[in-house]
């Protein structure tokens, strides 16, 4: 359960404020390091994760 001191509202639902730099997030929008709640940017800071999606384009494939 989170310590209710550490929960606000943002975009009209309840959720964490990430532990490294103050930001309101919702509960689908955070990040948990161990028992911390943190915002995707400083989860990218802190563990160096990024994300697998790769943006290239496929020329073998036909989209118009």
Request: with cysteine.
């Amino acid at each position: 359960m989170v310590d209710k001191s550490r929960l606000a509202i943002s975009k009209g639902q309840l959720g964490p404020v990430c532990d490294s730099c103050g930001t309101l997030m919702t509960f689908g929008e955070s990040c948990t390091i161990d028992e911390r709640y943190v915002c995707w940017d400083c989860y990218v800071k802190l563990t160096g994760a990024d994300t697998s999606t790769d943006s290239d384009s496929n020329p073998g494939l036909r989209m118009s």
